[in-house]
């Protein structure tokens, strides 16, 4: 009895690890050419491509953030999942 327990345990819990997020944190730092930072709010446009180069783009999400030091903070896919 505790084998059939042990063995259903990890197949729920291999079943709650295999699925995707559906939000992935994300921070950055924008900088002018000059080395300053970027203040102020911004348009920023994220983007998932089929392959490292040329690729076709999987998934796109525009967001607005507000720059503080030139840092942002956000959750990429709670604009377009």
Known sequence: ?????????LL???LAFGQTPALLGYQG???????TPETGSVGIKF??????????????????????????STHIGKVMP
């Open 47 to 72: 983007s998932l491509y089929s392959a490292e180069t040329g690729g076709t783009a999987l998934w796109e999400e525009t967001q607005t953030l507000s720059l503080n030091g030139g840092f942002y």
């Open 1 to 9: 009895m505790k084998r059939k327990v042990m063995v259903v345990g």
């Open 29 to 35: 730092r924008l900088l002018k050419s000059d080395g």
């Open 12 to 14: 729920l819990s291999t």
